[in-house]
């Protein structure tokens, strides 16, 4: 288990959800990414994606003026 980071700062929707999704393929069960971002609409477009796709939510806010969702990765069968 190891903990990530993505920066999608600057990004308007869909870009953030997208380099999400691209960015959790390469994780592996267990670990940990922390979504960083200026768009406010990735608190619910992430966490959205998360829930669709199996990943767990730990966390999400603001830090500073930026937004962030903190995710666990979520594979079935591990």
């Not at 308007?12 to 990414?33: S, Y």
Request: hydrophobic share 45%.
């Amino acid at each position: 288990m190891a903990d990530y980071e993505l920066n999608a700062c600057r990004l308007l929707c869909p870009l953030p959800v997208i380099k999400t999704q691209n960015r959790v393929r390469e994780l592996a069960h267990g670990d940990v990414l922390e979504v960083l971002a200026t768009d406010p609409g990735v608190l619910n477009d992430v966490p959205a994606w998360a829930r669709i796709n199996g990943h767990r939510v730990l966390e999400s806010g603001r830090r500073d003026g930026i937004v962030f969702v903190q995710l666990q990765v979520v594979r079935e069968g591990a």
